[in-house]
């Protein structure tokens, strides 16, 4: 198959869980296939997207020159995006330069196939193309900003969950609706999608996990308790801070020598605040290879009231053999048993009951770490994954991506207002950054390292 992947966002580094799902699905991929991988993302430093040569026939990079995150600029984007149709984190990457340079490629070569990874780059796929068209969404995202808007109490921050809740759910009906086919990584995440279009109109993908590199090790730490993740991904933070506020105490009740890890990329301020004020938490930022961590951790926290789709970090943490407590939002869409592979808690009470009971009986805490490891090595390896990936495109592409009868299309045939509307007044071409690959076996650098990537 020839197959065009459309990501906004960026690839590498590996340092979120939606680059890591996103990457290994690819690598499988490109393995048997031919892949041209175009990509919008934030302009940066140490930009190894070049390298991606060495693992796709073609690379396509148009890096922008975006604000940071909760700058003024990026204040000020947001709010150009109010009067959007499009939530924020379509409207940041609807560039119609961007747009026109994708239309450019699909009119230069035929595709059996294009994928949209994320609904972040459903703004600037020109969905009235004559290309079979799949939505590959990792989340539902309208879910995540309705559970946020449940925790907030600053009334800002609730205004801006509502917006972008409202927002999201509206993009989400209508991309869902304008995709040929639509791809998921959960029956839960499936089973949300399909009260808006039709069940057969979805493949569920499922989660996966390296299980070479993430094997058991020893070298287990007294009373550690470990936490990996993205930080500057809200839920995680919104997690953290739940746990040190909620939980963390009631365990030190009963075990006060008790301390916690918190692993990941880009901690807030008042993250790093709360580390240096509570005694036994240490917050390490970014970390060149997160196993070491997750090693030492005598039981691995997923703490999280907020979230959709699934969570890598924990088939990681499971891989390792580790013993994994997570509350029902943070293990959503897994295919995991409590007390069987894993213990799940959902009031501060019985996280912390879970966490001591652990903590205090070694044998107990051995047998479901084993147990977590068996799960994640029976089916759940990245190269199964792609293999069932390889087969929904291409069981859809013999058919033609014939849409469902129940498509309906919402406003705008080139979905993304703010690209498509100015993209016929766009005079000047765009010159992306295509390369011809070199032989494929050799990864990049950047797609081996193992930053604290997770979701």
Not at 20 to 40: K, Q
Not at 266 to 292: C, F, H, I, Q, Y
Not at 361 to 381: F, I, K, N, P, Y
């Amino acid at each position: 198959m020839k197959i065009l992947w459309v990501k906004a966002g960026g690839l590498v580094p590996l340092d979120t869980g939606g680059k890591i799902r996103s990457y290994n699905i690819l690598r499988s991929l490109s393995r048997r296939h031919e892949v041209t991988f175009f990509t919008v993302y934030s302009n940066h430093a140490n930009d190894t997207h070049g390298e991606l040569d060495q693992v796709f026939a073609r690379v396509i990079r148009h890096p922008l020159s975006l604000p940071r995150p909760k700058s003024i600029g990026g204040l000020s984007q947001f709010v150009g995006s109010v009067f959007s149709q499009e939530p924020y984190q379509v409207f940041k990457y609807s560039a119609p330069e961007v747009a026109m340079s994708l239309l450019q490629v699909l009119q230069s070569e035929p595709f059996d196939v294009l994928v949209c990874d994320f609904l972040a780059a459903a703004g600037i796929i020109p969905w009235h193309f004559p290309c079979p068209k799949v939505l590959f969404t990792h989340n539902v995202e309208a879910t995540i900003w309705k559970r946020h808007l449940e925790v907030a109490r600053n009334p800002f921050w609730k205004a801006i969950c509502w917006r972008e809740h409202r927002a999201t759910a509206l993009a989400e009906r209508r991309y869902l609706n304008l995709a040929d086919h639509v791809l998921t990584v959960s029956d839960a995440d499936r089973d949300q999608f399909a009260q808006t279009i039709a069940p057969a109109k979805i493949s569920v993908i499922p989660t996966g996990v390296d299980i070479d590199l993430f094997r058991p090790v020893a070298g287990e730490e007294p009373n550690t308790l470990v936490f990996s993740g993205s930080m500057d991904w809200m839920p995680n933070e919104d997690g953290i801070l739940y746990f040190v506020q909620e939980i963390l105490g009631r365990i030190r009740k009963l075990i006060p020598s008790v301390s916690v890890v918190v692993v990941g990329r880009n901690p807030s301020s008042r993250l790093l605040e709360m580390g240096r004020k509570t005694a036994g938490m240490n917050v390490t930022g970014l970390v060149e290879d997160v196993r070491p961590y997750i090693q030492r951790g005598a039981v691995y926290v997923v703490p999280l009231r907020v979230g959709s789709g699934t969570r890598l970090k924990i088939f990681e943490a499971m891989a390792m053999g580790k013993a994994v407590v997570s509350t029902t939002i943070g293990a959503e869409g897994l295919p995991v048993r409590h007390g069987e592979n894993i213990l799940i808690a959902d009031t501060p009470d019985e996280f912390a009951g879970a966490v001591v009971e652990l903590l205090r009986d070694s044998v107990r805490r051995t047998s479901l770490g084993q147990a977590a490891r068996e799960l994640v090595v029976r089916g759940h390896s990245w190269d199964s994954v792609g293999r069932h990936f390889e087969s929904v495109l291409e069981t859809f592409a013999r058919m033609g991506g014939r849409p469902s009868a129940t498509r309906r299309t919402f406003g705008l045939d080139f979905a993304g207002d703010c690209a498509f509307r100015s993209i016929t007044q766009c005079a000047v071409p765009v010159s992306a950054v295509a390369r011809t690959a070199a032989p494929r076996e050799a990864l990049p650098s950047s797609a081996n390292c193992l930053l604290d990537h997770r979701k």
